[in-house]
């Protein structure tokens, strides 16, 4: 073929492996190669390596935050080992992720991350029965054969409601994502324990639920206002917390001073708001990374052990709940089991 | 195989091509296509299609909010067409963007959209001999034989200056990204162009370069505040114009009374602030939509000749330098060419 295109072999396997040539020379061995009936196809010598070269990443809603400091953890992760990365947008919808996941036995990635909203039993027999490796972030049922990376909201949450009461708040109110969600009913779950084992009552004037999207959330905490009189606010995530902030300045409550406001997942949003919201974080980059390094090992050795592994919250505080100002400018960070503030990395980056 | 794996040939068949079957039919049929050396594999099948199912999308940083409007409106229309989409996120480096679209001689999807921040000749080299369409959202040569969808946004900076120059504003500061970036070229020369044709001397201390970014944003807008005395600043993305915001109500100064702010792009991030912010749109989502559209077009007919498209800038006044108060809550949009305001239909979504 590089004989009937003019070409040096050199050459012609260049453009055939689609790493080089000039656009004349490129333009010559395609030409040849459509005339032998040759396919110029990376695909075709796959199926000897039976490896692409690629690991994909299955998140719902790509414009969270949340969601972007997990990609982007990721794809260092996974571009450090050569492969490229595809990000697909499932919307949440239970039917398009378990497609994704039983398009895998097409073998058209070498692996795949997949963050469910819900885990259905769908999920699992379609990753169970995957020829090609799946990680799971998020909550799985305790005996489910799957490498796992997981957080505990529940316990997050208490962190946030712990930090609030030891400011002196009385009345938390709690604006969350729907309840059929796995990390609404965590959260709910969670917020309630944290108040019973302070001995306090839970108000359900105090307790809202819209989405976790920022209007939703700005509707909600208006909603909230209007029936009951809170001095805290702690948000489901923190498009919601930018919502409730939202609609807290245009009631014009001061933050944090009549009403204190803690969001979670710590995402980029919550230093963008002024003034800076606290935040719980639930280890998003760490998620990802530690998912990604899952995945590349089980793809070096199909033969491991399901692994399942759990990174601790902790609680970012920031301006929007800083009422003893004992937190500087920079931050401060509080570990789970632990009381002791010591400064955030992460709000030092800035 | 079906024998071999003792089910039907109908169930054998569905198992082979990716489309179901029970946790224990694919066990049987996956080791029986074992033994007899069947590779299970999609791809092989795309041999003979010569259609993958799949559409990518190269952008630079999928943080980007300006990016995640015109990823969705991408995504809505390549799912139509029964597609998946890929989101490739390259950094904006010329080289990983470059290999992306020389990786397109495999074949391995069947179209690309690329929003390079620059664009090389090694683009151009690279989408002109790729044997897959490729569709560029951003400025092109104008005589590149390629699909391309693009704004002006140069005319969307002279928006925002007129605007403010109208409202009595007449020190208004400047805040860009790097000047070797084709948007921060765009738009510093639109500035300069916006000042001279209203007979204004362009002030270089009132000009301040950054990075597209919130921390390098607020960081610039500071350095400007810090040497001059701006009565209104733009920013020359959204990011970048949160980051003035912080900046400024740090220092106290209020907006829009003090300093009017307007930023660009009109992202959700614009209405997530406090004030909302009033913003110049490109047309993301306009333009990701349209791409899309010319892709799937290609895909079906590839002799078509090379088509342009340009989506006009349009702006959303909104609280941020709403001086007269005219914008209602909802807002207001001033389209290219006309100063008539009408009420801005992305603002009255929330």
Not at 72 to 84: D, F, Y
Not at 173 to 186: E, H, I, K, R
Not at 293 to 308: G, H, K, M, S
């Amino acid at each position: 073929m590089a004989a009937r295109a003019g070409v040096s072999i050199a050459s012609a396997s260049r453009v055939l492996n689609g790493i080089g040539g000039s656009a004349e020379t490129v333009r010559k061995v395609r030409a040849a190669a459509a005339e032998v009936g040759y396919v110029p196809n990376a695909i075709a010598r796959s199926l000897q390596s039976q490896r692409t070269g690629l690991v994909a990443l299955a998140v719902a809603d790509i414009g969270n935050p949340v969601y972007v400091a997990m990609m982007r953890a990721i794809e260092a992760v996974v571009a450090s080992s050569g492969r490229q990365l595809l990000v697909h947008a499932t919307g949440g919808e239970v039917a398009s992720e378990t497609a994704l996941l039983r398009r895998l036995a097409n073998r058209y990635v070498d692996g795949m991350i997949v963050s469910p909203i819900r885990i259905t039993d769908e999920h699992l027999d379609a990753i169970v029965v995957s020829p090609v490796p799946v990680v799971v972030v998020g909550q799985l049922p305790a005996d489910a054969p799957v490498d796992n990376v997981r957080t505990d909201s529940r316990s997050g949450v208490a962190l946030a409601v712990d930090h609030l009461l030891a400011a002196g708040r009385q009345r938390i109110g709690f604006v969350n994502g729907p309840l059929d969600t796995v990390p609404g009913a965590a959260r709910d779950a969670g917020f309630r324990a944290a108040l019973t084992s302070h001995g306090i009552p839970v108000d359900e004037r105090l307790i809202e639920v819209g989405d976790f999207q920022y209007a939703a959330g700005r509707a909600a905490a208006a909603r909230l206002l209007a029936r009951a009189d809170p001095d805290a606010l702690l948000c489901a995530n923190d498009l919601i917390a930018v919502g409730a902030l939202h609609a807290l300045l245009t009631e014009e409550r001061r933050v944090p001073q009549d009403v204190a406001l803690v969001g979670m997942d710590d995402t980029e949003l919550a230093q963008m708001a002024f003034p800076q919201l606290s935040s719980v974080s639930l280890g998003s980059a760490t998620r990802g990374r530690r998912a990604a390094e899952l995945l590349l090992e089980r793809i070096a050795d199909p033969d491991l052990p399901p692994r399942r592994e759990h990174v601790a919250p902790s609680l970012a505080v920031r301006a929007s709940s800083d009422l003893a100002g004992t937190a500087s400018r920079a931050g401060m960070r509080i570990e789970q089991g632990g009381r002791a503030p010591e400064p955030s990395t992460q709000g030092r980056r800035r």
